[in-house]
């Protein structure tokens, strides 16, 4: 019967790097499973290609790709502070095994559906607390000292993964649980196949995989790991909410008598907030000013649109006056300070389309929040003054 060993790694650790050498010495495995999947073995080997910034550009899932570059820096910078580069345990791993004549599997889920999946499933709290979070480990606010060898520890991580549930239940299931299920998957389709297995994987993973591999009937259809998760448009829902109370709001005042300039200033500050709240965290992001004009231009007119964002203009004019290249991603991968990044102009292109989404929408609950007292008017009066003028009005343009 097949044989399969878990060596459970800190991706900086340098006592990581020695458990997976002396592991692969003292199990002398058929074959090396590592928890990589194609493009970081590319990057990690040097051999990635960068994709083309147009094509960044039309994706438009700014917000994703930014959390997936601040996680990879803060991986990055605990390892520039105990002197391991982020990965070199898997490097280690392949470099021994080609260097015994072992062959070596890469046996991660494709790390664009992991992403996928762990940024539409989770809620926009999960979301809102996760930026919060990783703005204040970029700043440096709460951090504490890193016992980075105990990261292998499995009470340790038993604990630490217990708390990311209570967090983020929602990207916990997809960042961790899941890929439990497909590395499991993947370890027993090697074991039909070869005598010793030895999966090297990060230690959060390896209490759920041995517990798939003990009950392999418990294990989900590999197909419902790699799907796109089905899930209601909540922004697209949310934008016709948004365009729907708007109308209401105006035709309210419209038909409420209050008058002309009242009416007239509603169409204003609602120009005005989502502008300026729009344009401000674009210079926030270090945007150009052009750019923080073209949020302001458009922000009115995308919060009332579900199908497009101020920020996607912003970062087009940013593009074109920064002149980000394919370059940009090899920068964004070795820079060695939050500084640094931002000043890489393929960085500062989603940066400000992030933020420049993030303002217009403040803008938008805002206006609805305080577009009344500022105009100065009593809400229940004006709407119920408004629909009864607008029955009165649709009632007379009937010919019955």
């Not at 990589?36 to 550009?57: F, H, I, N, T, W």
């Not at 260097?99 to 790390?111: F, K, N, S, Y």
């Amino acid at each position: 019967m097949a044989e399969i060993r878990i060596v459970g790694t800190a991706h900086v650790s340098r006592k990581s790097i020695q458990d997976v050498t002396s592991a692969i010495e003292e199990f002398a495995p058929d074959i090396v499973a590592v928890e990589l999947d194609r493009g970081r073995y590319a990057a990690l080997r040097k051999e990635a290609q960068a994709p083309a910034v147009s094509d960044v550009l039309k994706g438009g899932n700014f917000s994703q790709l930014l959390v997936q570059w601040m996680l990879a820096y803060l991986q990055r910078r605990i390892g520039m502070d105990v002197g391991v580069e982020p990965g070199a345990e898997m490097l280690t791993a392949i470099e021994e095994a080609e260097r015994h004549g072992i062959p070596v599997a890469l046996a991660d889920r494709d790390i664009r559906i992991t992403l996928m999946r762990f940024w539409r499933t989770m809620t926009l709290w999960e979301k809102g607390k996760m930026l919060a979070a990783l703005a204040a480990s970029l700043l440096g606010v709460g951090g504490e000292e890193i016992d980075v060898d105990a990261l292998t520890n499995q009470d340790v991580i038993s604990a630490a993964l217990e708390e990311f549930r209570k967090y983020a239940p929602h990207g916990a299931q997809a960042l961790i649980d899941e890929r439990d299920a497909y590395l499991a998957h993947q370890f027993l389709a090697l074991a039909h196949r070869h005598e010793r297995v030895l999966g090297v994987v990060g230690a959060g993973h390896v209490e759920g995989i041995n517990r798939y591999i003990a009950a392999p009937a418990d294990l989900p259809p590999m197909s419902r790991l790699v799907e796109e998760p089905k899930k209601l448009p909540y922004a697209k829902i949310l934008g016709i909410v948004v365009l729907v109370l708007f109308a209401f709001l105006i035709t309210a005042i419209a038909f409420s008598g209050v008058g002309l300039e009242v009416l007239l200033l509603a169409l204003l500050y609602w120009v005005f907030i989502n502008g300026v709240l729009s344009a401000a965290f674009t210079l926030i992001a270090g945007g150009h000013p052009l750019s923080a004009l073209t949020a302001f231009g458009v922000s009115w007119l995308t919060s009332l649109n579900p199908l497009i964002a101020a920020g996607w203009f912003a970062a087009v004019t940013e593009a074109k006056i920064r002149k980000p290249t394919s370059a940009d991603f090899r920068a964004i991968v070795e820079a060695e300070t939050f500084d640094a990044m931002r000043k890489i102009p393929l960085f500062r292109v989603v940066l400000v389309a992030a933020l420049a989404n993030i303002g217009s929408t403040i803008g938008t609950f805002a206006y609805f929040l305080f577009i009344f007292p500022v105009l100065g008017i009593d809400p229940g009066v004006v709407i119920m003054e408004g629909i009864t003028n607008l029955i009165a009005f649709v009632q007379s343009l009937l010919p019955f």
